[in-house]
């Protein structure tokens, strides 16, 4: 297939890329500036502009668009970023794929979507929760209507368990130091998947005809935050001894602590396992060994 990805130099990106084009699909980059290489066309989603001719021939858009949600304070500034740098490349590219006839547009979404579910085991066929990254995320998905009539995937990804980057990224130093510990009452639930794992169902979906709307981007074993600190303690061979209080959380770190660290979901992927697709590392020990042995 010939597609088309947003978002292709952040970590998902970066990686989906070379394994589109390992399985000879053909890939077309949208970069914000002048394209310079034949892979490359231009587009500036603040302005509302593509490139002449970048979804010409395209099978497949995939957007992976969206600022970090980052490990700090919340400002109003910064959640009207969070929002702006997914709805308005969503809303650009989901116009363009309605106009244009592309048959699919696969779109970056969150498990967030479902707000803070405790230990209810989640499926795609939940409603929506509360909470502003679940409005977000809400919002996200509303502006890839546009598409229509489109096939529209939605990808409610988990933390992605990765190498360097993303969540390990961030954990991986306070482990080494031995300052690793879980989150609060450790209770909350975390929806990891494993870097290959998010890759290979990306590509499934894509090749997949037959699925369409939400998708869980998630692992088969959902654990608690204490379960998944014990995991990554024996992973990097340190001890995670501490316990870092809630209320500390949300003193430092204020909305971002208690939408990001002391709730989660307990999503499961039904509509994958539904669809046949099987998980190179369907448990929490196993993602996090591969990542931090890469």
């Known amino acids: 297939m010939r597609v088309v990805i947003a978002g292709s130099s952040g970590l998902l990106g970066s990686h989906l890329v070379p394994a589109l084009r390992h399985a000879r699909h053909e890939v077309i980059r949208l970069v914000r500036r002048d394209s310079q290489a034949p892979d490359e066309r231009g587009w500036d989603p603040e302005a509302?502009?593509?490139?002449?001719?970048?979804?010409?021939?395209?099978?497949?858009?995939?957007?992976?668009?969206?600022?970090?949600?980052?490990?700090?304070?919340?400002?109003?500034?910064?959640?009207?970023e969070l929002l702006r740098s997914r709805t308005r490349p969503t809303a650009l590219l989901a116009e363009a794929i309605g106009e244009r006839g592309v048959p699919t547009l696969i779109n970056a979404s969150g498990v967030d979507f479902y707000g803070d579910t405790g230990g209810r085991v989640i499926t795609e066929?939940?409603?929506?929760?509360?909470?502003?990254?679940?409005?977000?995320?809400?919002?996200?998905?509303?502006?890839?209507?546009?598409?229509?009539?489109?096939?529209?995937?939605?990808?409610?990804?988990?933390?992605?368990?990765?190498?360097?980057?993303?969540?390990?990224?961030?954990?991986?130093?306070?482990?080494?130091?031995?300052?690793?510990?879980?989150?609060?009452?450790?209770?909350?639930?975390?929806?990891?998947?494993s870097l290959d794992d998010e890759i290979s169902a990306i590509r499934f979906v894509l090749e997949n005809q037959r699925i369409s709307g939400p998708v869980n981007m998630t692992g088969p074993e959902p654990v608690s935050n204490a379960e998944f600190t014990r995991a990554l303690g024996e992973a990097l061979g340190r001890p995670a001894p501490w316990v870092i209080p809630g209320f500390a959380m949300r003193a430092v770190l204020g909305e971002f602590a208690q939408e990001v660290a002391l709730t989660g979901q307990r999503a499961v992927p039904a509509v994958l396992e539904e669809h046949g697709f099987t998980f190179q590392h369907p448990t929490v020990r196993s993602a996090l060994g591969a990542a931090v042995s890469a």
Do not use: H
């Open 48 to 80: 509302g502009v593509i490139e002449e001719g970048a979804l010409d021939g395209a099978d497949a858009v995939i957007n992976l668009c969206g600022a970090p949600l980052g490990g700090r304070r919340w400002s109003a500034e910064r959640k009207r």
């Open 125 to 193: 066929a939940a409603g929506p929760g509360s909470g502003f990254l679940a409005d977000l995320c809400q919002r996200w998905e509303a502006a890839a209507e546009a598409a229509a009539p489109a096939r529209v995937v939605r990808l409610r990804t988990g933390p992605v368990l990765a190498p360097s980057g993303g969540l390990l990224g961030q954990l991986r130093p306070l482990f080494s130091f031995m300052l690793g510990g879980r989150l609060g009452d450790g209770t909350q639930y975390m929806p990891w998947i």
